[in-house]
């Protein structure tokens, strides 16, 4: 079996199954694993998304979770979302080429031609500080597989959309290295670099968007992010709203 080559501030933990990358890198954390751990495995059993929704994982896709302990506050920590979504933008690029096509969708899909192939999720502890004292970031791409997502998004993977050879081990390394790069991008110019990178190819800027919320739905014209990451909507009465969380659709989309 092929090892992944990774940068030296990486702890590679690998498994060839196990229920959910994300619960394992929690678990590490708790107990000290240091920023840089990073939890691979081949299959998940109990893969999951953004609010609990199940995660497809299929054999020949990417599943990995990283433990990140940065020295902030958890607003701004989750600005590693964007910079999580940039990386697997940049991954995807390097098979695909850098196109228009494959776009960042608020707050932690990439699509590739208006299809998922990625999803982000974002956990974390501040264990009462008001710091975060943990945060796991785990991504999921689809490499080789893809399911039916019935109600949201279609969905597509990297071997639906080249002819060119795709291994986990090969995409797995070229993550890792994208978010290195772009962690770093954040961390020396801050969150607005990041913004305008993730705004430049952001799915559906100009759009009629919708918003599902706890408390109802919200509609507007989606005009970006504001200097938080916070989505920007533009009513009919031309006022603008921001919402840090909820989920997004476009008019056409599903």
């Known amino acids: 079996m092929t ?3 990774l940068a030296k501030e990486y702890r590679l933990v690998e498994f060839d199954e196990i229920a959910s990358t994300n619960d394992e890198a ?12 990073l939890i691979w495995a081949r299959c998940q059993t109990c893969g999951r998304g953004r609010r609990g929704r199940e995660w497809t994982s299929e054999r020949g896709n990417l599943f990995a979770s990283l433990v990140l302990r940065p020295v902030c506050a958890p607003l701004q920590a989750a600005q590693l979302t964007f910079v999580a979504s940039l990386a697997v933008r940049d991954m995807l690029a390097g098979y695909l080429g850098d196109q228009k096509f494959i776009a960042c969708k608020w707050p932690n899909d990439v699509l590739v031609e208006g299809r998922k192939i990625s999803g982000i999720l974002l956990e974390s502890s501040t264990a009462g500080t008001g710091v975060i004292e943990w945060l796991v970031l785990g991504v ?3 490499l080789h597989n893809h399911p039916d997502i019935a109600g949201r998004h ?10 060119n050879e795709t291994d986990v081990v ?14 770093n991008e954040w961390m020396v110019s801050g969150f607005e670099a990041i913004r305008k990178s993730w705004l430049s190819h952001a799915y559906g800027i100009g ?18 992010i504001d200097e938080r990451g916070a989505l920007r909507l533009r009513g009919v009465d031309g006022a603008e709203r921001l919402f840090s969380a909820g989920d997004v659709t476009f008019e056409g989309t599903v």
């Open 140 to 142: 999921g791409v689809n």
């Open 26 to 37: 929690k678990r590490l954390a708790e107990l000290g694993a240091e920023d840089g751990t």
């Open 3 to 5: 090892v992944p080559q």
């Open 207 to 224: 759009q009629m968007a919708h918003i599902a919320l706890e408390s109802g739905n919200e509609s507007g014209i989606f005009t970006g």
């Open 154 to 163: 279609p969905s597509t993977s990297l071997r639906a959309e080249s002819e």
């Open 170 to 183: 090969g995409g797995l390394e070229k993550f890792v290295e994208a978010f290195s790069r772009r962690r």
